[in-house]
């Protein structure tokens, strides 16, 4: 069964950092293009990060430059996103996903809560 799990949230002062983790399984990972995306309280599921299957190319989305670097292990079928210098507005539920067969793979998504 294709199965993402992410784990690694938690709760954090403004200007720490945290590494979000995403086991994949039940695919072939090490061709997948994989991607973090986030949701807040009240708000649309938003894309945060993506990565190509070698790791050769990364994006991210403009208030997220700079503080998060996304990376994946293919020995491991893991992808992570490492937070730097979080923020207040970072708060939300983090999601792993790629595409299996022309559909969207999501996993449950871990909590990342940034408060003083």
């Known amino acids: 069964q294709v199965q993402l799990v992410e784990s690694g949230g938690g709760l954090v002062q403004p200007g720490e950092s945290l590494r979000l983790s995403c086991a994949a399984s039940?695919?072939?990972?090490?061709?997948?293009?994989m991607g973090w995306y986030r949701q807040a309280p009240g708000k649309e599921r938003e894309w945060v990060a993506s990565i190509t299957s070698s790791g050769d190319l990364r994006n991210y989305r403009d208030s997220v430059k700079g503080r998060f670097t996304i990376s994946r292990d293919n020995a491991k079928n893991t992808v992570y996103l490492q937070m730097n210098t979080l923020k207040p507005e970072d708060t939300a539920v983090y999601y792993c996903?790629?595409?299996?067969?022309?559909?969207?793979?999501w996993g449950q998504g871990t909590q990342v809560t940034v408060s003083s």
């Open positions: 996903n790629t595409y299996y067969n022309g559909r969207g793979v």
């Open positions: 039940g695919f072939t990972f090490s061709t997948n293009v």
